[in-house]
Each structure stands twice: as C-alpha cells, then as structure tokens.
C-alpha cells in the first residue's frame, strides 16, 4: 500500500527530489559505477509498483480502493450516521461495498447499452448532450424548454425476449399479429381519427376527447413499444410530434384524457426516453389543473381546455364528481410533478385524499358521488365496477408505485377492501364468487365486466395484505377470476357480457338486453395476466387463448376489430367501434400473459387504468433516475 501512495508524485515532483535534494547535493558528481547502482533500485522499485498492481489478486478493487478512496470515505463521512475516525474496517467494508456496487452498476449500463437499438442510443447521446449543454450554460437542473433537465435511465423490462415453450411463443406471435392487424386498420382507414370504425372502414370521434385527435396513436404507443414494433412505432412519434395538439376550444373528460393520454404519453417516455412525450405529456397536464378550481378542490369531471371552465356530468347525483374519475390521476399526477418539478401536480391529489379522509364513510365504503361545492356525498351507491373502479385499484397502486412508502394510500386500500368484502362480496348458490353493487344498504346481485379487473387488484395487493389474509385475498382473486371466466363460458360467442347477474335462478349471465353486448373490454383477460403472474397456474393462459380465438372469430373483421352488440346470440351483430383500449389494454395484457415474467416485471413497473405501465419511484435516491432535483 506504500507504492500506490507514492505513485502520484514520481510523475515530476518526487522524482527530481529523489536525484537533485535528498541523495547527493551534486548529481554531476555521480560516478557511473553509482549511477548504475542508483538506476538498478530506481528500477526495483518501479517493479514492485507494477507488480503489486498487476498481480496481487483482485488487483482491480485494489485500484479503485486506491483512486477512489479519499472520496468514498469523504461521501461516508458526510453522509453517514457513524462518520467519525471510530471502526475504519467497517468504513473500508463500505467503501469496498459502493466500489462493488459501483462496478455492478457500470457492468449492468453497459449490458443495457449492448441491447440497445441505434436510435435508442442515438437518443441517449441526444440526451446526454442536452445534458452537457445545460451544465456549460451554468443552469444545472434549471429550465430548458420550460422544462427541467431529467437524466434519462430505462427501467428494467421494457422489451421482453421470446419464451422458450414453444406453444407460448406461437401464442405471443399471435397476439402480435393481431396487433398488427388493428394498428394498421387503424392507419390505413382512420390514420389521426380518435377511433376506428372497423366495418364502415372509417374514423370515429368520440366526444370523450373534445376536439383532441388521435387518442388510437398516443393509447397504443406502448404496446407498439414492448412489442417491438418499432416502425410503427416511430411512425406514431412522427404523428405526435407533428400534430398531437392540446390547444383546442372543446370540452373534454378529465379522467379518460388523463389515463388514456397522459397515462400513454408519460409510458412512451419512460420506454423510449424521447423528450417529446414529457413535453406534451407535462404540457396536457398543465391544461387540466383548472379541473380543480372547486371550493373544495375535487375535480370537475368535464373541462374545458381553452376557457378551463369545468362542469359535472348532469346525470351524476346533484351535481357529483365521479370517485372512479376524480380518484384516477394519482399515479399519472405524480409522475408528472416528477418530470415537471411542478409540485402542483402532486399536491392537487394529495388534496383529494385528505377531503375523502375528512368524510364519514357508511359501513366504510366510499360512495360513487361526491359533491365538489360542498364536499358532501351525494347518493349512497357503491361500486366496484363503473362509477368506482379504479378509485379502488390506485389507492393500492400508488403505495406500490411510492415504493411502498405512501402509508396512507396501503391503509385506505387495504380498509376499503374489507369493507368491500364484508358488504358487497357474496357467494352463489352454485359457489360464484361475485361484487354486488350497494344502493343505499340494497345489493343489487349485478357483478359488470368492469368489475373483473377486481381479481387481478386483489392478487395484486394480497403480498401487502394485513393480519395475515394473503392466502385467504390470493384465494378471492381466482374466485373472481373464475366467475369472469364463467361470465364468458356461458355465452354463444365465449366473449363476456357488459354485466352479468346472480337473481332470477340465473347465475354469471346478462338478463337484460342492454346488458348484452361485448365492446372490445380488457378486465377479464388482465384478471388473468395478473392470475398467471402469482400462481403460474397454466389454466389462465388457457382462458386467455379461449378469448383469442373469440375475438379472431367473431370481433376480427375486414378493416381491424370490432365490438358485438350481443354475446348470446348465435351470430355476430357487430357494433363498427374498434375501441383505443382494446390496442391499449386487451392485447397488451394478451401479450403479457404470453410473455416471461421478466417483461414489464411488477417491482418495477405499475399500470395505470388504462395498461400504461409507469415505472416504481424508488425510495433511495441514488437509485432514482428520471427524476428533477
Ligand atoms: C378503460 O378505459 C379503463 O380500463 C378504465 O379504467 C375502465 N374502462 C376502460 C376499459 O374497459
């Protein structure tokens, strides 16, 4: 350990000390006999340097124990709780574990940057030259282009790689081809439309969007993404880049913008690392904050973008906001105070919870209705289908997404989900497991397709689950999950209907005509995806290619695929609406279910409603990449 401590001063100012101060005052006066001398140790010496760099074992720690050293045992001691002079072997275990870990780190970037396509590489030099860019300019972490720079790292799994099964890799193939299939319909007959109308092979504009276009492109941009369909997929950027525009007098909805916009914009970033998707992304997200200029701070459920005068839906209770709309921007919002190093964004959610945590619940359960004037219920209806879906599954998703260190949000979840299960979960006389829906303490024994997606949430949570009920929830999701699979067994088509009852001497089946009809919906087959993820049970892949061969008998036609007005009847009635969820949501999670765990892995990633995979904010911070100071 000598050597290498000398080794810095013998490039110039050690050695004329060594010739011209220390050993002789008149170096002239050297006889070659002693210069010969003189050489030969200067030589050793130089040797044993080499040689204990170059041959003890595991010489390259030692070098960076040597190069680094001062500086890790400087970031210790001014950031560690025992960063005295006391216990120097533990200090050097630290430093020999941040060298390793820094090695690891370096060896796993470079594995990463071997996988890379060109233009992903391109990307990242775009990005690290922005970087340099603002840092020369002495603005670190400052503004550019309204926004702050963000160091881009991919999280783990965003592509996946072919599974070995044979049978699995032709199924994925399938559902690829079935991608395809709709996308380029999609392109070929309603290329910047919001939807499709795969029959009449036209565009379809849903008013959901005001006058926003392209909600197909900006919804399917991530499933293009982990499919590799990178073409199509640059094709997609292209289009939003050009001519994704916010800048529109028209009234939209507040939560399907959000989960199906800027949900698909901030996915595509995190996937791709292009800068445009947090542009727009952060810029849409601004539009919507006028949403919440309510005395009490809940959302209006529809807004518009130029004016940002907001309204409720006239149906909804007295003027109500919806708990599945205002309770769905957690996970989108705070990931856009994230990219923006706007605290606005987050603090505006926040603000949702403490007025529900404010609220008396009736027998715990969170009605539908919300008063945003008053900040009173409304009716007393209770959901966990439509009206109150998704409310339920981000209460869970955002303490997994904060890496478990949102409390608050684990508690709500885990306490709304007993109060589920003690008043609206039942069983049937031939043991369905099934969610009711509350008016006012009435059941009504009507379980909707919505409310399938309620499987995979509990199988989701049940890790989490408190007082031990992680067996007793896994066993309530595969229930769930298998009165879904009923729902669509029991039909003609094998495609399930929009809602299906337990009264009448009718067990998982629609009695009613308007209950009847298939639309393309995602919930059953994502019950499965998760299902197949914790138990590896082969039945949920089974179920899966049921629901492929349904929908490439009876939903594929000529120009892409389309929605079944009614799932009894022998032959399709089709209802012309390729849907942008069933390209956002059911064949990504067909794809998933198809995949290898590692693709899109769960402790990384989280899904917002609508499939769009958002990655997990990590606690410790130096593992916390794509994020403004
Ligand atoms: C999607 O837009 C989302 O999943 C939402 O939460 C509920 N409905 C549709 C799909 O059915």
């Known amino acids: ?36 001398i003189l050489l030969l140790v200067f030589s050793a010496f130089i040797t044993l340097c080499f040689g204990a760099i170059f041959f003890l074992p595991d010489s390259s720690k030692l070098l960076s124990g040597v190069f680094f050293h001062s500086s890790a045992v400087e970031t210790n001691t001014r950031t560690g709780p025992d960063g005295g002079d006391s216990g120097s072997a533990g200090n050097d275990e630290r430093v020999l574990a941040k060298i390793r870990k820094d090695h690891e780190k370096a060896l796993l970037e470079a594995k990463d940057t071997l996988q890379k396509r060109p233009d992903e590489i391109k990307q990242d030099i775009l990005n690290d030259k922005e970087k340099v860019a603002v840092d020369s300019a002495g603005q670190g972490g400052k503004q550019v282009n309204n926004l702050p720079f963000v160091e881009y790292h991919r999280p783990p799994g965003a592509t996946g790689h072919e599974p070995l099964d044979p049978e699995t890799r032709d199924r994925r193939t399938k559902v690829r081809e079935m991608m395809k299939h709709a996308w380029d319909s999609y392109r070929r007959f309603a290329w910047g439309s919001n939807e499709l109308r795969p029959v009449s092979k036209q565009g379809h504009s849903s008013n959901l969007f005001g006058s926003i276009k392209g909600a197909t492109i900006v919804d399917a941009l991530d499933t293009l993404y982990i499919m590799e369909m990178f073409e199509e997929f640059d094709v997609a950027t292209e289009w939003v880049e050009k001519n994704l525009d916010f800048n529109v007098n028209a009234e939209v909805s507040v939560f399907e913008v959000n989960i199906r916009f800027v949900g698909g914009l901030l996915s595509a970033y995190y996937l791709s690392g292009k800068e445009v998707f947090r542009r727009k992304a952060v810029e849409l997200g601004e539009k919507l904050l006028p949403a919440f200029k309510t005395p009490t701070g809940i959302p209006w459920a529809l807004l518009n973008l130029k004016s940002g005068i907001g309204r409720n839906w006239p149906w909804a209770s007295g003027g109500s906001s919806i708990l599945a709309e205002y309770g769905t921007l957690h996970l989108e919002f705070m990931h856009l105070s994230k990219l923006s190093g706007n605290p606005e964004f987050a603090q505006k959610v926040m603000n949702i919870r403490k007025v529900l945590n404010r609220l008396d619940k009736p027998q715990g359960l969170y009605p539908n209705y919300l008063n945003p004037n008053s900040g009173q219920w409304g009716q007393h209806h209770v959901s966990v289908g439509g009206l109150g879906d998704s409310f339920y599954e981000y209460l869970l998703k955002a303490w997994l997404m904060s890496d478990k260190t949102d409390e608050e949000g684990k508690k709500m979840y885990y306490d709304a989900l007993q109060a589920i299960e003690t008043n609206l979960m039942r069983k049937s006389s031939n043991g369905l497991t099934y969610i009711a829906e509350w008016k006012g303490g009435l059941l009504e024994h009507k379980m909707g397709h919505l409310t399938c997606f309620a499987g995979g949430m509990i199988a989701l949570g049940a890790d989490g689950a408190p007082s031990d009920k992680t067996g007793h929830q896994m066993e309530q999701a595969a229930e769930i999950a298998r009165t879904c699979h009923e729902s669509y067994a029991r039909t003609a088509l094998k495609l399930g209907p929009e809602a299906f009852r337990f009264d009448g001497g009718v067990e998982a089946i629609a009695t009613r005509q308007n209950e009847k009809y298939f639309i393309l919906r995602p919930e059953v087959i994502e019950t499965y995806m998760y299902m197949w993820r914790f138990t590896h049970d082969p039945k949920y892949r089974e179920w899966g290619w049921e629901a492929v061969q349904a929908l490439e008998q009876h939903c594929k036609v000529e120009g892409g695929y389309s929605g079944i007005r009614d799932v009894y009847a022998s032959t399709p009635n089709h209802d012309d609406v390729q849907q942008s969820f069933y390209l956002a949501e059911t064949l990504k999670y067909l794809y998933l279910l198809f995949s290898d765990d590692d693709h899109l892995p769960f402790d990384h990633w989280v899904f917002n409603t609508e499939a769009h995979p958002l990655p997990v904010i990590r606690k410790d911070k130096t593992d916390r990449p794509n994020e403004v100071e």
């Open 1 to 36: 350990s000598v050597c290498p401590r000398r080794l810095p001063g013998m490039d110039g100012r050690l050695a004329p000390q060594l010739f011209t101060g220390e050993l002789s005052p008149a170096p002239t006066s050297f006889r070659l006999t002693e210069k010969f």
